[in-house]
């Protein structure tokens, strides 16, 4: 994607980052069209894959991908020693966004953006609130959300319908009021072609934990995260 660095390979994970070293207007949209971008080639490669596998009387294994995407400020420059070093970025926000994409099989989607993220293109782009969630290794709570697609996906009925189906479920779920939440989730889950189907299907099993188990007097409505 224009102006943006892909920073280093890690195993099976990329890590990349826009505005540095010049300063990049819209780059956290730039970073999302980065992402939607990816998952549109991941569903190309995957038919592609699919047809091969049957071609070939194989088993089918669907190739998938999480991506973090997070805001805020971060040291940037060369970083290493004098034999080795490389242009990099470090910070708590970069490790937020480590953290992000490794809370997006937890919660059953392909994306999870930070707060500050979503503040700057919630305008423009179709996204919804997962929870708020202390990450491992945190102690303070973040609330984090999820990217689904693009401006035109965000004007169309179908996603106005699920958002604010969703934002109900959200504030029932806030609310403790277990019952409400999941009747919604169950309609909910077809909305979109089933787009967030396993995401409530996780959310569900959770309330019926709570519901066993219920959380204590002063729940805030953070949940603590114990993987990465």
């Not at 004098?82 to 099989?105: I, T």
Request: negative net charge; contains cysteine.
């Amino acid at each position: 994607n224009v102006n943006g660095t892909i920073d280093k390979y890690m195993g099976d994970c990329i890590m990349a980052f826009w505005n540095a070293p010049i300063d990049v207007e819209g780059h956290e949209k730039m970073a999302c069209d980065a992402t939607l971008e990816m998952h549109k080639a991941m569903k190309e490669l995957n038919r592609i894959r699919e047809e091969e596998a049957k071609a070939e009387n194989k088993k089918f294994l669907e190739l998938k991908i999480g991506i973090g995407l997070n805001t805020g400020g971060c040291v940037v420059g060369n970083m290493g020693s004098d034999q080795r070093f490389d242009y990099s970025v470090l910070g708590d926000a970069v490790n937020l966004a480590s953290r992000l994409e490794g809370q997006s099989k937890s919660y059953g989607v392909k994306t999870v953006i930070g707060p500050e993220t979503n503040e700057s293109v919630k305008d423009t782009y179709a996204t919804l609130q997962l929870d708020m969630i202390a990450v491992k290794g945190k102690k303070e709570a973040v609330t984090i959300f999820t990217l689904l697609g693009d401006s035109k996906f965000k004007d169309s009925s179908g996603f106005k319908n699920l958002e604010s189906r969703h934002n109900l479920i959200l504030e029932n779920y806030f609310k403790q009021e277990w019952e409400k939440s999941i009747n919604e989730m169950e309609s909910a889950k077809t909305l979109c072609n089933n787009l967030m189907n396993e995401y409530y299907d996780i959310m569900m099993e959770r309330i019926n934990e709570y519901k066993e188990n219920p959380p204590p007097k002063d729940w805030d409505g953070v949940y603590v995260a114990t993987s990465k």
